[in-house]
């Protein structure tokens, strides 16, 4: 079955970094786009980033660009989400998503904590 597993979240000081990864399984990765979503308590999940199958194409919401870059791995099975100058607002949980035919599936999510 289909299986997206993030890792990689944690604490960071404002201005740090860290790198997020998605592992997944049970399906052909390399045909697929994958997202990166996040989400705060008492609000809706938003998409952060997202990389198209061949990973040449990607787009950002306007808030991390310039400091968010989305990869992906086709040999690895892999997507991450490196993300440079961070700051509080960016704290939240954050998924790795795909949509594979008609159903959307999502990973448990990974915590990210910006704080000093």
């Known amino acids: 079955q289909v299986q997206l597993v993030e890792s990689g979240g944690g604490l960071v000081l404002p201005g740090g970094s860290l790198r997020l990864s998605c592992a997944t399984s049970?399906?052909?990765?390399?045909?697929?786009?994958m997202n990166w979503y996040r989400q705060t308590p008492g609000k809706e999940r938003e998409l952060v980033a997202a990389?198209?199958?061949?990973?040449?194409?990607?787009n950002y919401r306007d808030s991390v660009k310039g400091r968010f870059t989305i990869s992906r791995d086709n040999a690895k099975n892999t997507v991450y989400l490196q993300m440079n100058s961070l700051k509080p607002e960016d704290t939240a949980v954050y998924y790795c998503?795909?949509?594979?035919?008609?159903?959307?599936?999502w990973g448990q999510g990974t915590q990210v904590t910006v704080s000093s």
């Open positions: 049970g399906f052909t990765f390399s045909s697929y786009a």
């Open positions: 990389i198209r199958p061949s990973g040449v194409y990607t």
């Open positions: 998503n795909a949509l594979i035919g008609l159903t959307i599936y």
